[in-house]
């Protein structure tokens, strides 16, 4: 059995066409047509519903994409173990947008210096579909917004603590942040993220009515909205940098500030099974790039002080 034709089936699954996998792996389309029917052959079973255009996968085809998976680390970590090193093969990432400009480049960074023989797929998206995502085997890990609600298999290890604040038009200040909620319009974080339900409940705890004028799950679209004058927002102190920091007005949300907690997602090992090598050392790279809890309160009160 070709590895590599394992490797398109899971890009087929993954991207949901012929087409789309063909840019994925590098070759053409023909040649996915061509490698499907050879692993069909080798598995004396039609992996695809070729009645439909495009063609899509079977039942069959569906419930053999964990098997493929398994195969795939499995050979992946032969080659590891063959070679004398630990930190190489495939990683595929999952990350919240609101990490993806701060933490995550300069931890892969930190990783790419130390395992340069590893490599790394980023995928974006929402914590809710990113751990979907990790416990059916798409994704090795993902960065996640922390919720108390985790699906059967699944660990979350905590890299981060990070204080939330609301975030002003720079002409805005003065009134308290309470004050500035309740009377700017409100540019919300989609409730659907991790960090999105974190505010929503913390608002609805103080009791805090806002006037919801917009609702978007992008920190730098929420961002440039209150710098342009258009409303206020809760956002995580780490995105409130560079040009954007000099057009707003930060103030901690909540006393004691509100704080979201972000960390690491991947399946759960077997009882007696050795770490992930990888994912350990990739948990180790975030927490040495992250700014210690305490540290970060302070600078929120020393901001509002």
Same mark, same amino acid.
């Given at each position: 059995m070709n590895l590599r034709h394992l490797e398109t089936l899971l890009a087929i699954a993954e991207?949901?066409?012929?087409?789309a996998a063909a840019d994925r792996v590098g070759v053409t389309q023909s040649a996915v047509s061509m490698q499907m029917r050879a692993l069909e052959a080798v598995l004396g079973a039609e992996l695809f519903d070729r009645a439909r255009r495009p063609p899509v996968l079977s039942d069959l085809g569906r419930g053999l994409l964990g098997p %493929? /998976?398994?195969?795939l680390r499995s050979a992946e970590d032969l080659v590891a173990a %063959?070679?004398?090193?630990?930190l190489r093969g495939r990683l595929r990432l999952g990350v919240i947008p609101t990490a993806a400009t701060g933490l995550v480049p300069d931890a892969l960074a930190l990783l790419a210096a130390r395992a340069p023989d590893l490599q790394i797929r980023i995928e974006s998206g929402l914590s809710v579909d &990113?751990?979907? /995502?990790?416990?059916?085997? #798409? &994704?090795?890990a993902a960065l996640v917004t922390e919720t108390p609600r985790l699906e059967r298999g699944l660990v979350v290890r905590p890299i981060l @603590? @990070?204080? &939330?604040l609301v975030?002003?038009?720079r002409a805005a200040a003065g009134p308290s942040a309470r004050t500035l909620l309740r009377t700017l319009p409100f540019v919300r974080f989609n409730r659907r993220t991790g960090v999105g339900r974190v505010i929503d409940a913390a608002l609805r705890r103080d009791r805090i009515v806002v006037t919801e004028t917009m609702e978007l799950d992008s920190i730098e679209a929420i961002l440039a909205m209150v710098g342009r004058g258009l409303g206020v927002a809760v956002a995580p102190a780490g995105s409130v940098t560079g040009a954007v920091a000099v057009t707003v007005h930060c103030l901690p949300f909540g006393d004691p500030? #509100? &704080? /979201?907690r972000v960390g690491l997602l991947e399946r759960? /090992?077997? %009882?007696g099974a050795d770490p992930n090598p990888v994912t350990t050392a990739l948990l180790e790279v975030f927490r040495a790039v992250v700014v210690p809890p305490a540290v970060a309160v302070q600078s929120v009160r020393d901001w509002a002080a």
């Open positions: 991207t949901g066409s012929f087409a %493929a /998976r398994a195969v %063959a070679s004398g090193a630990t &990113l751990a979907r /995502r990790v416990a059916q085997g #798409v &994704l090795d @603590e @990070e204080p &939330l975030v002003a038009p500030p #509100v &704080l /979201r759960e /090992r077997p %009882a």
